[in-house]
């Protein structure tokens, strides 16, 4: 049950778990259209609480302030595009192949044209990006390397890795020059970068 962001009136007594989650849920949802629409400055927390049909007290209460939202927003969309935590169940090839098509997506890459253009006036905002994107993601690489490999050898492993599945493609994909890869073409586009670094899995 969503409150009312004039009254907050809700449902008496404390909010059930499954409530709760609900809440941040349309926050996040709201928060992600809201910032691709109209920028990140440009987006208020009265907007935010409007549009996910919360109080303005819901929102610092369980994010603390619109940084923490948008932090929640790149890092829900990174758990989401590699199902969670990566184990070893999971395949580099298969991590890579979400990758590719998580974030050559229309709303990965309206994520990250906001970012370029919010970066110089919000580094903080930036720091936090790379740190629940670019780097969760290649977290997630690293996890799913053969072993044995070092830590500082799966860092440089993973590094290279993310950058060949971004790639020239992802950046047509920025100034809007080609199309989102489907899933089989985001697969390919994964066989090949990890041909290329000797990292193929039979």
């Known amino acids: 049950m969503l409150e009312n962001p004039t009254t907050g009136s809700r449902k008496k007594g404390r909010p059930s778990e499954d409530e709760r989650e609900d809440r941040k849920t349309a926050i996040l949802d ?11 400055g440009q987006t208020t927390v009265d907007q ?8 303005k007290r819901t929102i610092y209460s369980y994010f603390g302030d619109k940084s923490a939202v948008f932090a929640a927003v790149i890092e829900r969309f990174r758990l989401d595009s590699v199902s969670g935590s990566p184990t070893k169940a999971d395949s ?7 990758i590719v098509y ?64 971004l790639g020239e493609q992802h950046r047509k ?24 670094l000797g990292l193929s899995v039979p």
Do not use: C, K
């Open 102 to 165: 998580a974030l050559h997506s229309e709303h990965a890459v309206g994520l990250h044209r906001l970012m370029i253009a919010e970066a110089a006036h919000f580094p903080e905002l930036a720091a936090a990006f790379y740190a629940s994107g670019p780097s969760g993601y290649m977290a997630s690489i690293a996890a799913m390397l053969p072993e044995p490999v070092s830590p500082s050898e799966a860092a440089w492993i993973s590094e290279a890795v993310f950058g060949l599945l």
């Open 48 to 55: 935010l609480a409007s549009a996910a049909q919360v109080t």
């Open 30 to 40: 709201a928060a992600a259209q809201l910032f691709i629409r109209n920028g990140y």
């Open 92 to 98: 580099l090839a298969e991590t890579s192949a979400r």
């Open 173 to 196: 994909r920025l100034l809007g020059l080609s199309a989102a890869p489907d899933m089989e073409a985001a697969r390919r586009h994964a066989n090949e970068t990890l041909r290329i």
